[in-house]
């Protein structure tokens, strides 16, 4: 995820993905149509026959991969095919994907661990912020949003920054981004010495505010592989929890048989690998804020970027 528009380039395998989006929109349309069949359907006393059709449609549809209200106790783990795209880039024995899918785990991130993460978030956040509804906090480059472009918060905020934040909110981030690398290392079987953290890295808050910039436009369909060419596994560490504080704000892979979501909740962690297998959105936040920390690994040395420290 990020808070820049996407642009896809016309070239065999973007048609692809076009098709990917171009299909979703039918399904939508068509769904609109399913339900005015319903409706005339229940006007008529047929309900066996709308109950069917309601289910077999709608799992066409859309597929929840995991709820809000589901607590896992063990990875839930989905394979997916590879695409082409890491074929452009150079390979890294151990760690570029040939095992490829996603995965989400509600066992990596306590609560508390959650919590204080969010606390964190809020604190940087305040400072400044987005003029529309997507603000990021970069505690890697010091990025933070404030109004239509960008800062550098160590530098605007460098007399107050060690009250807003402290060594003890540093040290739980770099651990809790290092267990997400275990886990991804874990799942598809990767050298976890040949992984690298890379950038951006940031924590993102996002609400219904409408956009003001390209940048509060987090809302597009992308890969992270073609937006980012540095990408080779994209995980998400989920800050706050859909239905109970924000609506919408749903993470979709756009799959090309239907949409398949991950309904966001506080500690659950959601990683895949980056190409355009797992082709991706998130949904228009409704009402509320959504929280969350997007965590972005390399197998290129060349794009590697240290843990933050304090300064």
């Not at 079987?189 to 509060?216: C, E, V, W």
């Not at 972005?296 to 304090?310: G, V």
Request: charged fraction near 25%; hydrophobic fraction near 30%.
């Amino acid at each position: 995820m990020t808070a820049q528009r996407r642009g896809i380039s016309k070239n065999p395998e973007s048609s692809a993905i076009e098709k990917k989006i171009k299909r979703g929109n039918a399904q939508r349309q068509a769904s609109s149509w399913r339900g005015n069949v319903i409706t005339l359907l229940l006007l008529a006393g047929v309900t066996g026959l709308v109950s069917w059709m309601y289910f077999t449609w709608t799992d066409d549809l859309t597929h929840t991969l995991v709820s809000r209200n589901e607590i896992l106790t063990h990875p839930r783990v989905f394979t997916v095919e590879c695409s082409e795209d890491y074929k452009k880039y150079k390979r890294f024995t151990g760690c570029t994907p040939t095992k490829c899918g996603r995965a989400i785990s509600d066992s990596v991130v306590t609560l508390e661990e959650a919590q204080k993460l969010r606390r964190l978030a809020e604190r940087g956040l305040s400072l400044a912020g987005s003029d529309g509804g997507a603000s990021i906090l970069d505690l890697h480059s010091g990025a933070l949003s404030m109004g239509k472009q960008f800062v550098n918060i160590y530098k605007y905020f460098k007399n107050e920054i060690r009250d807003v934040f402290t060594e003890e909110d540093f040290e739980l981030y770099r651990d809790v981004r290092s267990r997400i690398q275990k886990a991804i290392t874990e799942t598809f079987g990767l050298d976890s010495k040949q992984m690298y953290l890379t950038k951006p890295t940031f924590f993102s808050r996002i609400n219904s505010t409408s956009a003001k910039t390209t940048h509060d436009e987090y809302w597009h369909p992308h890969i992270d592989k073609e937006t980012y060419g540095s990408f080779d596994y994209t995980s998400l560490l989920y800050l706050s929890d859909y239905g109970l504080e924000f609506g919408g704000g749903r993470f979709v892979f756009m799959d090309p048989s239907s949409n398949r979501t991950v309904e966001p909740r506080a500690g659950r962690v959601s990683f895949f690998s980056s190409g355009s297998e797992n082709l991706h959105h998130v949904e228009k936040v409704t009402w509320g804020t959504r929280y969350a920390i997007t965590v972005s690994f390399t197998c290129d040395p060349d794009y590697a970027i240290d843990n933050p420290s304090l300064p």
